[in-house]
């Protein structure tokens, strides 16, 4: 089977057939025991699973701890839920004036195009909304969305989100873009996905160039989290986008047992850089439902941002942010380099210690 029907496989069963087939799956593959599947096959029925043949690959079957399959195998720790965690943990419900848009910044919005991944990662914050059984943003709800974008003149920015965006056709992401670029008032698209890096063939040359449109800029923020996730595949995928004169810039989840230790946060972000993407986010993972095992405490994050400011050209600083619960905002997390004392200002060198400053 070519890698595409084999990811269509994956994906294409209704999710309750599908759930018991895709732990059987995986326990074919080695990676679940015959006394793990029962209880993933309860995982399964709540939150869906997919690994595509490309992240499989790169699973190291002999470690259990495996940061690849940390992140695409379900866990049993994902049936513990907490009292802070939550379904909808930023509250995109409550900006959601329509079916599919989120409307929280005033100068951009989210368009949840469709609610299939090509993975279903385990730290998902969206992992209630995800999943093959959902619906695409298509006919009036589409409609509607677009027009509300078009009333809107402060709408600067239109980011395609859902699920994974780049689950699209060629033909349906091309009408997408040209619909957007029509707008006057809409001058960046920016899609954020995770299909260069976990389904790298889906990015062809027919489907790059659907992305690109007179009138916009289109950006594409691609999700990767660890080092070993930019497979020669991956890196021909970024370089067709780059080369087609899109910019793109990273988003990664910090994830306890992924890549929670500064060595492979300097890889990752460097490897980013050596493909041309701009770090941009390191998330604080969200309280999303069953995703304990993957948080970790802000301060370690911030003390491991420090270690990324010490060590790494100034190119390849992601900003470190946190949704905070209820969809207020985007908080930054960065470490404090800036303190005030009696006599002024002090500021803190990579090496932990203050210096003064007058002015
Ligand atoms: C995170 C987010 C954005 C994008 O924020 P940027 O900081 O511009 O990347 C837009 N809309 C919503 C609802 C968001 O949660
Ligand atoms: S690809 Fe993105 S939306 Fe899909 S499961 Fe992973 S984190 Fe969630």
Same mark, same amino acid.
């Given at each position: 089977?070519?890698?595409?029907?084999?990811?269509?496989?994956?994906?294409?069963?209704?999710?309750?057939?599908?759930?018991?087939?895709? %732990?059987?799956?995986?326990?074919?593959?080695?990676?679940?025991?015959?006394?793990?599947?029962?209880?993933?096959?309860?995982?399964?029925? =709540?939150?869906?699973?997919?690994?595509?043949?490309?992240?499989?690959?790169?699973?190291?079957?002999?470690?259990?701890?495996?940061?690849?399959?940390?992140?695409?195998?379900?866990?049993?720790?994902?049936?513990?839920?907490?009292?802070?965690?939550?379904?909808?943990?930023?509250?995109?419900?409550?900006?959601?004036?329509? +079916?599919?848009? *989120?409307?929280?910044?005033?100068? =951009?919005?989210?368009?949840? #195009?469709?609610?299939?991944?090509?993975?279903?990662?385990?730290?998902?914050?969206?992992?209630?909304?995800?999943?093959?059984?959902?619906?695409?943003?298509?006919?009036?709800?589409?409609?509607?969305?677009?027009?509300?974008?078009?009333?809107?003149? /402060? %709408?600067?920015?239109?980011?395609?989100?859902?699920?994974?965006?780049?689950?699209?056709?060629? =033909?349906?992401?091309?009408?997408?873009?040209?619909?957007?670029?029509?707008?006057?008032?809409?001058?960046?698209?920016?899609?954020?996905?995770? *299909?260069?890096?976990?389904?790298?063939? =889906?990015?062809?040359?027919?489907?790059?160039?659907?992305?690109?449109?007179?009138?916009?800029?289109?950006? *594409?923020? %691609?999700?990767?989290?660890? +080092?070993?996730?930019?497979?020669?595949?991956?890196?021909?995928?970024?370089?067709?986008?780059?080369?087609?004169?899109?910019?793109?810039?990273?988003?990664?989840?910090?994830?306890?047992?992924?890549?929670?230790?500064?060595? %492979?946060? /300097?890889?990752?972000?460097?490897?980013? #850089?050596?493909?041309?993407?701009?770090?941009?986010?390191?998330?604080?993972?969200?309280?999303?439902?069953?995703?304990?095992?993957?948080?970790? +405490?802000?301060?370690?994050?911030q003390e491991?941002?420090r270690g990324?400011r010490r060590t790494?050209?100034?190119?390849?600083?992601?900003?470190?942010?946190?949704?905070?619960?209820?969809?207020?905002?985007?908080?930054?997390?960065?470490p404090v380099y800036l303190q005030e004392t009696?006599g002024g200002l002090q500021l803190l060198d990579g090496t932990g210690h203050w210096h003064d400053y007058k002015?």
């Amino acid at each position: 089977m070519a890698p595409q029907a084999k990811i269509e496989a994956l994906l294409k069963p209704a999710a309750a057939e599908a759930t018991s087939t895709k %732990i059987a799956d995986l326990q074919a593959q080695g990676l679940v025991t015959f006394e793990d599947a029962a209880r993933l096959d309860a995982v399964a029925e =709540r939150y869906a699973v997919a690994v595509t043949p490309t992240m499989l690959g790169l699973i190291d079957k002999a470690d259990p701890r495996d940061p690849i399959r940390a992140q695409f195998v379900p866990s049993a720790l994902e049936l513990q839920q907490s009292p802070e965690e939550s379904a909808d943990p930023i509250d995109d419900a409550a900006f959601s004036p329509l +079916p599919g848009l *989120v409307h929280r910044y005033e100068d =951009r919005v989210l368009l949840k #195009v469709l609610s299939v991944c090509p993975v279903y990662c385990r730290f998902c914050f969206r992992r209630e909304m995800v999943g093959p059984g959902g619906e695409a943003l298509v006919g009036d709800n589409l409609d509607q969305a677009l027009d509300y974008i078009r009333a809107r003149p /402060q %709408i600067f920015e239109v980011i395609l989100t859902g699920g994974d965006p780049f689950m699209l056709s060629p =033909r349906r992401a091309r009408e997408l873009t040209q619909a957007l670029a029509a707008i006057d008032h809409v001058k960046v698209v920016r899609w954020h996905t995770r *299909v260069p890096v976990v389904a790298p063939e =889906r990015v062809s040359e027919e489907f790059v160039h659907a992305l690109r449109a007179d009138g916009v800029a289109t950006w *594409v923020a %691609i999700h990767a989290n660890h +080092p070993r996730e930019f497979t020669p595949a991956a890196q021909d995928a970024i370089r067709c986008m780059r080369e087609a004169g899109i910019s793109l810039v990273s988003q990664s989840v910090l994830l306890r047992g992924v890549n929670d230790r500064l060595d %492979i946060l /300097q890889d990752l972000m460097r490897g980013f #850089v050596a493909l041309g993407v701009k770090p941009y986010y390191l998330h604080h993972p969200d309280l999303a439902p069953g995703t304990g095992h993957f948080r970790l +405490p802000i301060a370690e994050g911030q003390e491991l941002m420090r270690g990324l400011r010490r060590t790494l050209t100034g190119v390849a600083q992601p900003t470190y942010v946190l949704d905070v619960p209820g969809g207020a905002f985007k908080a930054p997390l960065d470490p404090v380099y800036l303190q005030e004392t009696e006599g002024g200002l002090q500021l803190l060198d990579g090496t932990g210690h203050w210096h003064d400053y007058k002015g």
